[in-house]
């Protein structure tokens, strides 16, 4: 994408690889549809911790933030960083795999970036993951990520590795408006 630009900011950059240019580029627009503040604390997972604190369930999610030493479970598990979307620098390893998942942890470390390790919740090989998104405090939509076990269709975007996603016309059981299906 090189030269575009929208609003001054280059389309091509992306809070998951250059969080700090990210968030200067978004401390300098006047008028933002979410405050700045909120753009600054939704692009680190660390708020995953302020979600359970409050009471609300979570993947348990361990941190490791630069120069602390990993703990893996003895269960299979994901490492991925803190500032991420998609599956960008996420991996999944089998109880045996500790070794390779430190590797994986100072990889991170070294390019300055937290990681974070849960268990691998095993549910996603069959079902997906759901997004719910709420605009305003009020619910909008929902969306799921397709396994990658199903037939897919391959999108690649410079934001997102690449990604499969089942597409499929929702079934008027399945609409999910404000105000209740129609």
């Known amino acids: 994408m090189g030269g575009l630009r929208a609003h001054g900011h280059p389309l091509d950059l992306d809070y998951t690889r250059d ?34 604190s409050l009471g609300h369930r979570i993947v348990p999610t361990s941190f490791c933030d630069v120069g602390a030493e990993p703990v893996f479970p003895d269960s299979r598990f994901v490492v991925k960083p803190t500032v991420g979307a998609g599956s960008i620098d996420a991996e999944k390893y089998g109880h045996g795999e500790h070794q390779r998942a430190r590797a994986h942890v100072r990889r991170l470390h070294a390019s300055g970036r937290d990681a974070m390790i849960q ?21 909008s939509h929902a969306m799921t990520k397709a396994p990658c076990s199903t037939p897919t269709l391959t999108i690649a975007t410079p934001s997102f590795a690449e990604s499969r996603c089942r597409w499929r016309r929702p079934n008027r059981c399945r609409r999910l408006r404000r ?4």
């Open 119 to 139: 268990p691998y919740v095993s549910s996603i090989d069959e079902s997906g993951e759901r997004a719910l998104v709420f605009i305003d405090g009020d619910f």
């Open 19 to 52: 969080r700090e240019g990210y968030l200067a580029w978004a401390r300098g627009i006047e008028r933002l549809f979410n405050p700045y503040p909120i753009i600054e604390y939704s692009t680190d997972k660390h708020y995953l911790h302020d979600l359970e």
């Open 179 to 182: 105000g209740g299906a129609r």
